[in-house]
T-cell receptor, first 114, second 115 residues
Framework: DGGITQSPKYLFRKEGQNVTLSCEQNLNHDAMYWYRQDPGQGLRLIYYSQIVNDFQKGDIAEGYSVSREKKESFPLTVTSAQKNPTAFYLC?????????????FGEGSRLTVL | AQSVTQLDSHVSVSEGTPVLLRCNYSSSYSPSLFWYVQHPNKGLQLLLKYTSAATLVKGINGFEAEFKKSETSFHLTKPSAHMSDAAEYFCVVSDLAGGYNKLIFGAGTRLAVHP
């Protein structure tokens, strides 16, 4: 089945540590996105990539980094510079040739900083 | 700039009664609008979308929404709630001003369904 796989589903981190969240898709989509979800705030865009080897900052990119070396993969690194990293992180993808605005989401990764 | 406001953070209904989740949007042009659903600790799933075709949009699981330009609203309805409808619902507007597919999410409405 085609879809988006995020791992790990749950992750605990000590303060000062970097952590990388994995996102893999087999939908052959060009565009991929990372969102952060906090209770009562909806989803906020961290980074997005419209094509391999290119990515752009979203609304809350500070303290995060990404790479897009392959079409299928868009990993997100939460660095020690992120002041409040505890959140639910969602990866999504879309095909620019498809219906405008429709995103396909993974099941999320919940990061807790101890 | 586009924005979206979900008027209720929590809605509680009894099983078998109608569901109404309210959403107002702000847009400088004819927007694309969406409703997504999220079950606990899961990703989001598209319920339905409006992209300037019919103003009454039918989605999955018996949900529908009506685009009302005069009221800048896109409320989500279902005639009869089911226990499995308990989830969080997000109203979303598409913003293409930045040259890419940016979605603006509402804060969400948590729907509780009681027996």
């Amino acid at each position: 089945d085609g879809g988006i796989t995020q791992s790990p589903k749950y992750l605990f981190r000590k303060e000062g540590q970097n952590v990388t969240l994995s996102c893999e898709q087999n939908l052959n989509h060009d565009a991929m996105y990372w969102y952060r979800q906090d209770p009562g705030q909806g989803l906020r865009l961290i980074y997005y990539s419209q094509i391999v080897n290119d990515f752009q900052k979203g609304d809350i990119a500070e303290g995060y980094s990404v790479s897009r070396e392959k079409k299928e993969s868009f990993p997100l690194t939460v660095t020690s510079a992120q002041k409040n990293p505890t959140a639910f992180y969602l990866c999504a993808s879309s095909n620019p040739g498809g219906i405008t605005g429709e995103l396909f989401f993974g099941e999320g990764s919940r990061l807790t900083v101890l | 700039a586009q924005s979206v406001t979900q008027l209720d953070s929590h809605v509680s209904v009894s099983e078998g009664t109608p569901v109404l989740l309210r959403c107002n949007y702000s847009s400088s042009y004819s927007p694309s609008l969406f409703w997504y659903v999220q079950h606990p600790n899961k990703g989001l799933q598209l319920l339905l979308k409006y992209t300037s075709a019919a103003t009454l949009v039918k989605g999955i699981n018996g949900f529908e929404a009506e685009f009302k330009k005069s009221e800048t609203s896109f409320h989500l309805t279902k005639p009869s709630a089911h226990m499995s409808d308990a989830a969080e619902y997000f109203c979303v507007v598409s913003d293409l001003a930045g040259g890419y597919n940016k979605l603006i999410f509402g804060a969400g409405t948590r729907l509780a369904v009681h027996p």
